[in-house]
């Protein structure tokens, strides 16, 4: 038995085909994006895990695109199958393979495959950041002078091991870098990020553990109603803390975590509110954080 669809099933048919095209033409447009990054990326050590990292986030991107079209397919066809939804669903399968065809594998079947066929028998990365341990002393009321300090132990992985590369992104500028032990070596300007490399004193054995402690100054970097910091995990990370003390005559009025994923945040653990030498502070504390995730922790004040 056939059924002709009404005047709304019709609407709501051509808003589900307009929906799927509109997700087809971003996700083409991402995955040039994508390409072309690939393309003009230079040859070090960097390049396969930024292709992994792209192709993981193209990965969501399609994950999201496909619950979008099944959850329209069900608001918009309610009675049972007639032409017009059996034509629809061709349509938004035809157009899911596309998607698709641009990343055939998951990131995580990239790694493995990657790992099974390559002929290095030395882990990817140097060292991993057993703990990470930041403060924020913000020391004027402004928010325009902030004392940044890090604390990590680290754990060697490869022999040969001999630096590490600071992720600077703020408003402002800094200044007065020092870290120990080693030096601080060069800096880079990338995409609006400063990249601090520093060594670690000289070259380290595998297995090898030591503390390091990496120091710099904010300037005019946290002076907005509405601040915030961002911990993207840029190495293999066990732990790390985020300790921000606040003025004593401006402590923050609200505060908000969340865990980033590309476009989308997720609930995380949320700071708690300490009192530290007489001021207080939010300290946040994440335990096995995701590699490559970002964690934002944003107040008010």
Partial sequence: MKFKANSVQITKLRELTALSQEVFEERTRFSKRTLSMLENETQHRHSYSTFVRLAAAFTELLKESASQMRTSETQALRRPTTESAELVRQRTSDRRRLLECYLPV??????DYETETSTETEPPYEFRALTNDITLDIRDRTGATVFYTKKGRIKILRDNAYYYVE??????????????PGVVDSFQEEEGKKLVKTTFG????????????????????????????VQRQTYPTDQFSIKILFPS???PRGHLAVLKQGTYTKSCPQPSTQIIEGRLALVWDIRAPQFKES???QWEW
């Fill in 202 to 229: 000289h070259q380290r054995g595998e297995g090898d553990e030591f503390d390091r402690v990496f120091r710099c100054i904010f300037h005019d970097s946290f002076c907005k109603k509405q601040e915030y910091w």
């Fill in 295 to 297: 964690y934002k922790l």
């Fill in 167 to 180: 992720d600077m992104s703020s408003d402002g500028w800094q200044s007065d870098f020092e870290v120990s």
């Fill in 106 to 111: 998951t990131a995580d079947s990239l790694i």
């Fill in 249 to 251: 005559s401006r402590p």
